[in-house]
């Protein structure tokens, strides 16, 4: 079945440096998310990509999907203490019958 | 506008009791997925149900079971509850496809004793 990895699994950062986070599919994606869950909370909608070798800007985040739409990245500029938590990436199945989450990037942002 | 709504809060089982989990969806919204999200992992998909029927489930035993409600609210039941189930169990609903924005609910923490 069809897989989507994300690395790395944990990064921690200084305050104000950047950070990027990778996700891969095994399979070729009709779209992407990417969704954020900070500490003891719930997963929150962030963006949703579509196009091949689209860029969406969101403030200091930039979200990326690949050409060959079976990659996607998330980057954040001068990272704040607000950014801390996990970043999931998820893609439809095959059949369109669910939509399967990568393991997330946890991220640590120390002021 | 309420958004995803989830009960109990947190529900205190031992092994081989059942316990039931309820969802309510944003209002208009047809879909309701389930996730088990265990420590340091993702975010494992249980079941997905839309206008009523089961329309996928992922790679659980039957024991995790579900239905939908006419008012598209949702119970997830499991039954004969093991250790490895302590888990928090998160619901989220969208207009109809796996396609579109999920919203996601609080969760409800379940701890298996």
């Known amino acids: 079945g069809q897989q989507v990895m994300q690395i790395p699994q944990y990064q921690h950062v200084q305050e104000g440096e950047d950070f990027t986070t990778y996700c891969n599919s095994s399979t070729t994606l009709s779209n992407i998310q990417w969704y954020k869950q900070r500490p003891g909370g719930h997963p929150v909608f962030l963006i949703q990509l579509v196009k091949s070798g689209e860029v969406k800007k969101q403030k200091r985040l930039t979200f990326q999907f690949g050409e060959a739409k079976k990659n996607s990245s998330l980057h954040i500029t001068a990272t704040q203490t607000t950014d801390v938590g996990t970043y999931f990436c998820a893609g439809p199945g095959s059949g369109y019958s669910t939509l399967t989450f990568g393991k997330g990037t946890m991220l640590l942002v120390s002021p | 506008e309420a958004g995803v709504t989830q009960s109990p809060t947190h529900l205190i089982k031992t092994r081989g009791q059942q316990a039931t989990l309820r969802c309510s969806p944003i209002?208009?919204?047809?879909?309701v997925y389930w996730y088990q999200q265990a420590l340091g992992l993702g975010l494992q998909f249980l079941l997905w149900?839309?206008?009523?029927?089961?329309?996928n489930r992922g790679n659980f035993p039957p024991r995790f079971s579900g239905r939908q409600f006419p008012n598209y609210s949702s119970e997830l039941n499991v039954n004969a509850l093991e250790l490895e189930d302590s888990a928090l169990y998160l619901c989220?609903?969208?207009?109809?496809?796996?396609?579109?924005?999920?919203?996601f609910g609080p969760g409800t923490r379940l701890t298996v004793l």
């Open positions: 209002s208009g919204h047809t879909s």
């Open positions: 989220a609903s969208s207009p109809g496809s796996v396609l579109d924005e999920q919203f």
């Open positions: 149900y839309d206008e009523g029927e089961e329309r």
